[in-house]
Nanobody, 126 residues
Framework: QVELVESGGGLVQAGGSLRLSCVAS????????LGWFRQNPGKEREFVAG????????TYADSVKGRFTISRDNARNTIYLQMNSLKPEDTAVYYC???????????????????WGRGTQVTVSS
């Protein structure tokens, strides 16, 4: 079973930047796609960014394209989300997800697993 711990969230002014990290333990991330999702109270969790098992392919929600960058460091068993030009609508709890199916180009959430971190709060003030 993989354990995921997110960090790097906080309070930032609009236009600012944050870098989120997600460290995995209990399983190596090499060979697996991972992603970032976010959620606000009373709303569905939404996809933000995903990275392929080899790291050469990334996907983004339209709302964050050109502002956010996802990356991975297999040696550190960690993925990152660099968030620039932040907007108040980016405010949410950000979650890391580990797709346990090997060799995918983008993470696909499996409702039968629990491969989520506990989240890190990002708040963007206007």
């Amino acid at each position: 079973q993989v354990e995921l711990v997110e960090s790097g969230g906080g309070l930032v002014q609009a236009g600012g930047s944050l870098r989120l990290s997600c460290v995995a333990s209990g399983r190596r991330i090499s060979g697996y796609a991972l992603g970032w999702f976010r959620q606000n109270p009373g709303k569905e969790r939404e996809f933000v960014a995903g990275i392929s098992w080899h790291g050469d392919s990334t996907t983004y929600a339209d709302s964050v394209k050109g502002r956010f960058t996802i990356s991975r460091d297999n040696a550190r068993n960690t993925i990152y989300l660099q968030m620039n030009s932040l907007k108040p609508e980016d405010t949410a709890v950000y979650y890391c997800y580990f797709d346990a199916h090997k060799y995918r180009l983008t993470p696909l959430v499996d409702s039968d697993d629990d491969n989520w971190g506990r989240g890190t709060q990002v708040t963007v003030s206007s």
